[in-house]
């Protein structure tokens, strides 16, 4: 319903939706490592797993593409993810969930110097974002005026997400590190909650409450596009879900820093997992596709990167 508004949060920023509506802890507790052969490509890119070795590695590492939140229906893995991902030494995901407080995100999502949504919008705009909350979504009014009102339009957004999804939903990262709870296994967060957040603020609270009232105004056509990403996504098609989200005419102008800019900044990192251990890497899946792509980045490194099967 509100995938243009919501599209930060599906692809690149639902490590914080995950914040705000799951608690997870993954502790460590000592095992060997295992040494694992490399698996055979696939014949064919439709795939969410692919494998990283050559340039040095001495063990294979891989990279997972997740939607970060999805509907329980939607959600699946497959054998050979699971068992990677058990078997590795690092899990890498686009915030490490452990260090992130419920404290920091709460302040981290307030209008500055006692600021109300009044402050940004004319008030026919203030009035149809108070009416959807209510009377779409459900929440109180009263608790809109009083509380919601002073939300940053980002929070407003996974607010809005989290309710179009419905009670029934999976979240790949709190999965995994549900999976690796008793393994000896380091979890490795590519940016802070600040830098997430940063990514953000390239764009104006101004332009941002822009984008919410348009995602709320066109929810229909918002609703077929999310449908599209996540059939994408089932149908395992990394290159169709860059596409799509690189086309978005709200995204596209920002593409460059969302996407392009994080995925430059988080290959130094992966390769410093990559050579302290196995890594299992589980980033959003608009982050592995194109030219400027994680995958095509490390091959540019001189890495071997291959599909491989998930099951």
């Keep these: 319903m509100f995938c243009k508004a919501a599209i930060r949060s599906t692809k690149l920023f639902a490590a914080l939706i995950i914040v705000l509506v799951a608690s997870c802890k993954s502790s460590q507790k000592s095992t060997a490592p295992q040494t694992v052969q490399l698996d055979e490509p696939l014949a064919n890119d439709k795939t ?13 590492s891989y ?20 068992k990677k991902l058990r078997q590795s ?23 500055p110097d006692n ?12 009035l149809l974002l108070e009416s959807f909350f209510a009377d779409s979504l459900g929440y109180p009014m009263a608790l809109f005026k009083t509380a ?6 980002f929070f407003l957004q996974q607010m809005i997400y989290i309710r179009f999804l419905g009670d029934n939903v999976m979240s790949y990262e709190t999965e995994f590190l549900e999976q690796t709870r008793d393994q000896n296994i380091k979890v490795i967060g590519l940016e802070s909650l600040n830098e997430q957040l940063s990514f953000i603020d390239v764009m104006s609270i101004e332009e941002q409450y822009e984008g919410l009232l348009r995602a709320i105004r066109e929810s229909s056509q918002q609703n077929a596009y999310l449908d599209t990403l996540v059939e994408a996504y089932k149908d395992k098609d990394i290159h169709k879900l860059y596409e799509l989200v690189a086309s978005n005419d709200e995204f596209k102008d920002i593409s460059n820093t969302l996407i392009d800019e994080r995925n430059q900044n988080w290959v130094p990192k992966l390769e410093n997992a990559f ?8 980033v959003g899946a608009g982050h592995l596709g ?8 490390l091959r540019d490194r001189g890495y071997e990167v291959v599909p491989v099967t998930m099951d």
Excluded: C
């Design 48 to 60: 969410l797993l692919w494998q990283v070795s050559g340039n040095g590695l001495t063990q294979p």
């Design 63 to 82: 990279v997972f593409g997740t939607i970060h939140v999805i509907k329980s229906e939607d959600f699946f893995t497959g054998q050979n993810v699971l």
């Design 89 to 111: 030494e690092n899990l890498v995901l686009e915030m490490d969930l452990d260090n992130v407080r419920s404290m920091e995100v709460a302040a981290a999502s307030i209008l």
């Design 115 to 126: 600021k109300t949504i009044k402050d940004f919008v004319d008030p026919d705009d203030y």
């Design 148 to 153: 919601y009102a002073r939300l940053k339009p």
């Design 275 to 282: 050579r302290s251990g196995r890594t299992f890497v589980a």
């Design 290 to 297: 194109g030219e400027k792509g994680i995958l095509q980045l």
